[in-house]
């Protein structure tokens, strides 16, 4: 065997195993986009949200997930995070919802008004990443999703 193809067999073969090890046997992570929003409690320093976060599952087993760590920015800049020992069993090549629980600060509100009352502010883009932690053997696999929600005009 030529050196240099051994040596690339050494160095690259493991990192490929390790790769597919990190994702648990699946083939692909699974995709997590926010569907939904709304204000559960509001206190002077720290508001609670609900989330309503869909999970696809584009592999081809399901996908038991027994834990949620995440982290939700608005218009790049980290506005809430939680976790959540939320449940679900997302079928193969399928899809399911989840309630979950985020937590915001004062300083993370007042950062989202002041870009509001600037004006020309008709979209405000998301980004919601973390990991869903697996239940058959603690994996957690990255999620990374980012979308728009549309705001009402003012007249």
Do not use: H, W
């Not at 409690?41 to 996908?63: A, C, H, S, Y």
């Amino acid at each position: 065997m030529y050196q240099p193809l051994r040596a690339f067999c050494v160095l690259v073969l493991p990192l490929l195993l390790v790769a597919c090890a990190s994702l648990g046997g699946y083939k692909e992570a699974p995709k997590v986009s926010l569907a939904n929003i709304k204000v559960l409690d509001v206190g002077l320093l720290e508001q609670k949200l609900g989330l309503t976060i869909r999970v696809q599952n584009p592999n081809e087993k399901e996908l038991p997930i027994k834990a949620f760590s995440y982290d939700l920015l608005l218009n790049g800049q980290q506005f809430a995070s939680g976790v959540s020992a939320s449940a679900v069993t997302v079928p193969a090549f399928g899809n399911d919802t989840v309630e979950v629980e985020a937590f915001s600060s004062l300083g993370s509100v007042l950062r989202q008004f002041a870009e509001y009352r600037k004006g020309g502010l008709n979209r405000v883009s998301y980004r919601i990443k973390g990991s869903a932690i697996l239940t058959e053997s603690s994996i957690r696999l990255p999620f990374d999703f980012a979308g728009e929600i549309g705001l009402p005009d003012e007249k």
